[in-house]
């Protein structure tokens, strides 16, 4: 039996799929700046926080680095209605990619922050700078340097973890090529072509990070 594929079936459709790319890259966008900055804190409160602060912070990392991404949006988006918390599907899946991301964030961000050389923090005690400023001039930027590529890596995990979000009706890549493929039926080429989107898509956004972060995150 011969198979003839047609992805100019698929193509025709380029609108919706352009569509679902937006989306994808949006829900990225926002869930990474939201999510690496939780993790940046929540770093802090595991480092250096009180001790309460410190168990509550790694009781919710355990719990969120040890339970499925696609269970933690149905808890948010279907289960969160029942206590009288109604969300959009959008806004349900921001929450649910910050909830995810901020959880390993803050593990990666915490190996950053320990491995910061103690005389740096002498350093800045020496010269009169508050906790505060210590940890955010002196600590984070070369924590930053250090964790960049793990993070940027996690930030394609959660991207590309953002597929799911279309089983709640986000109108994004994977839930924009199952709307084509229902339409012509061509299953097999719709998905090697979404596929090959998901993976320019992580090779554009892991190259842009890599060239953003020495410039606008960290410094040089």
Known sequence: ??????FGAVLASWPLLLVGVAWTLGLTAVSAVLGVLTGIAFAWARSEGPVLLQTVVGAYVELIRN???IVQLFFIFFGL????F???PEVASVIAMVVNLSAYATEIVRAGIEATPRGQREAAISLALSPTQTFVYVVTPPALA???PALVSQIIIVMLGSAVCGQISVPELTFATSLIQSRNFRSF???IIVAAIYL?????VRRLLRWAGPRFVFGR
């Open 189 to 191: 080429e719709a998905f």
């Open 67 to 69: 339970t499925p991404f």
């Open 86 to 88: 109604r969300l959009s």
């Open 200 to 204: 320019v898509l992580a090779f554009t």
């Open 81 to 84: 209605p029942a206590a009288g």
């Open 146 to 148: 250090r964790i960049w």
């Open 1 to 6: 039996m011969t198979v003839e594929l047609d």
